[in-house]
C-alpha cells in the first residue's frame, strides 16, 4: 500500500491488480527495439500494465479516481488480458469500504479505467459506491455512445449508462472543480475529453494525468499510446502539461505504472522530463 500526505490531504494507491495489454499498441510509433527496452514483452508480445487508482481523503470527502478494470469482462477479453479484479480487496487493505466514498472521478470511459463503477447482481449492473456521486466529461459519454469502429471495443456500457440513467454520474463541460483542493482539467489526445485530476492542498500540487502520461515509460512527449485518437495534440498536451508541472513542482501519479505510482520530475540535461524519487 503506497500511501503519503499532501498538505491536509492523505493520498493512498489502490489496484486493481495488473492486465496484459499488447506492447506495440501501447508504444504507437515507437519501434519494438527501443521500448522492449523499458517493457519486457512476453511470448505474445504483452506488456504488463498496473490499474492504479487513486484515493484522496480530504477530511471532508473521500475521493477515488478511477476504478480498474472490475470484474464483467467475458471470458475471451480475460483470457486476452489475464486481469485480476483486484481493487475491492484493495479497498479492504487501505481499510476503507465503498460504501465511504463520497465522489468517483472517471478521467475518461474506458474499460480499464471505469470497470468498478458498477458490478453485476442478480444480472444487472448496480453501483459499487453506492453513496456516490461520479464525474465524467458530457463529451467523453457523447463519444463513448457513437460506438465508433476506432475504438467501440474500449466502451462497456454497463459501466456508466446505468449511472447516467438514474442521476448519479454527473457530465461535466470542461475544467472545473469539484470540491475544495480536487478538479479536473481536460487534456485531449488519448480521448477529446481525457480530464486529468487536479489535488491542491497546503501549497502543494498532485495530478493524476492518466493516459496523457500513464506510467513511467512514456515520460517523452513523444512516447505517446497507439490508442491515441489525436497523435499530436496528446504530444502538446504533454508539453503543455510539463511546462507547468515541471516547474512548480507537482506530484504525477501514474495511471498504468507497475512499479513506480507516483513521481516528481525534473528535466534532464538534454531538456526531457525524467522521474526522480518520491
Given at each position: 500500500?503506497?500511501?503519503m500526505t499532501?498538505?491536509d490531504?492523505?493520498?493512498?494507491?489502490?489496484?486493481d491488480?495488473?492486465?496484459?495489454n499488447?506492447g506495440?499498441?501501447?508504444?504507437?510509433?515507437?519501434?519494438?527495439?527501443?521500448?522492449?527496452?523499458?517493457?519486457?514483452?512476453d511470448?505474445?508480445?504483452r506488456?504488463?500494465?498496473?490499474t492504479?487508482?487513486?484515493?484522496?481523503?480530504?477530511?471532508?470527502?473521500?475521493?477515488?479516481i478511477d476504478?480498474?478494470?472490475?470484474?464483467?469482462?467475458?471470458d475471451?477479453?480475460?483470457a486476452?488480458?489475464?486481469?485480476?479484479e483486484?481493487?475491492?480487496?484493495?479497498f479492504?487493505?487501505?481499510?476503507?469500504?465503498?460504501?465511504?466514498?463520497?465522489?468517483?472521478?472517471?478521467?475518461?470511459?474506458?474499460?480499464?479505467?471505469c470497470?468498478?463503477?458498477t458490478y453485476?447482481?442478480?444480472?444487472?449492473?448496480v453501483p459499487?459506491?453506492?453513496?456516490?456521486?461520479?464525474?465524467v466529461q458530457?463529451?467523453?459519454?457523447?463519444?463513448?455512445?457513437?460506438?465508433?469502429?476506432?475504438?467501440?471495443?474500449?466502451?462497456?456500457?454497463?459501466?456508466?449508462?446505468?449511472?447516467?440513467a438514474?442521476?448519479q454520474m454527473?457530465?461535466?463541460r470542461?475544467?472545473?472543480?469539484?470540491?475544495?483542493g480536487v478538479?479536473?482539467?481536460?487534456?485531449?489526445?488519448?480521448?477529446r475529453?481525457?480530464?486529468?485530476?487536479?489535488?491542491?492542498s497546503?501549497?502543494?500540487?498532485?495530478c493524476?494525468?492518466?493516459d496523457?502520461?500513464?506510467?513511467?515509460?512514456?515520460?517523452?512527449?513523444?512516447?505517446?499510446?497507439?490508442?491515441?485518437?489525436?497523435?499530436?495534440e496528446?504530444?502538446?498536451n504533454?508539453h503543455?502539461?510539463?511546462?507547468?508541472?515541471?516547474?512548480?513542482?507537482w506530484?504525477?501519479?501514474?495511471?498504468?505504472?507497475?512499479?513506480?505510482?507516483?513521481t516528481y520530475l525534473?528535466r534532464?540535461?538534454?531538456g526531457?522530463?525524467v522521474a526522480?524519487a518520491?
Open positions: 500500500m503506497h500511501r499532501l498538505g490531504f492523505e493520498l493512498s494507491i489502490l489496484s491488480g495488473t492486465y496484459m499488447d506495440g499498441a501501447m508504444f504507437g510509433v515507437i519501434p519494438k527495439v527501443m521500448w522492449e527496452k523499458r517493457a519486457v514483452p511470448d505474445r508480445n506488456i504488463a500494465l498496473g492504479n487508482s487513486l484515493l484522496v481523503r480530504t477530511g471532508e470527502h473521500n475521493v477515488l476504478t480498474g478494470i472490475g470484474n464483467k469482462l467475458n475471451k477479453r480475460r486476452i488480458y489475464d486481469n485480476q483486484l481493487l475491492l480487496n484493495s479492504a487493505d487501505a481499510g476503507v469500504s465503498p460504501d465511504e466514498i463520497d465522489i468517483v472521478i472517471n478521467t475518461h470511459l474506458h474499460f480499464d479505467h470497470g468498478w463503477n453485476y447482481k442478480d444480472g444487472k449492473p459499487t459506491f453506492p453513496r456516490a456521486t461520479y464525474y458530457e463529451g467523453e459519454l457523447q463519444h463513448a455512445h457513437e460506438q465508433h469502429e476506432r475504438d467501440r471495443v474500449s466502451y462497456m456500457t454497463d459501466n456508466y449508462d446505468p449511472l447516467v438514474s442521476g454527473k457530465l461535466l470542461g475544467d472545473g472543480e469539484i470540491v475544495p478538479s479536473v482539467k481536460v487534456y485531449p489526445g488519448h480521448t475529453d481525457l480530464q486529468a485530476v487536479m489535488l491542491r497546503g501549497g502543494r500540487t498532485a493524476y494525468a492518466s496523457l502520461v500513464p506510467d513511467a515509460s512514456h515520460l517523452e512527449p513523444m512516447w505517446i499510446i497507439g490508442y491515441d485518437l489525436y497523435p499530436l496528446s504530444i502538446d504533454k503543455r502539461f510539463y511546462d507547468v508541472a515541471i516547474p512548480e513542482q506530484l504525477l501519479v501514474f495511471t498504468h505504472d507497475t512499479r513506480t505510482p507516483w525534473e534532464d540535461d538534454k526531457r522530463p526522480k518520491v
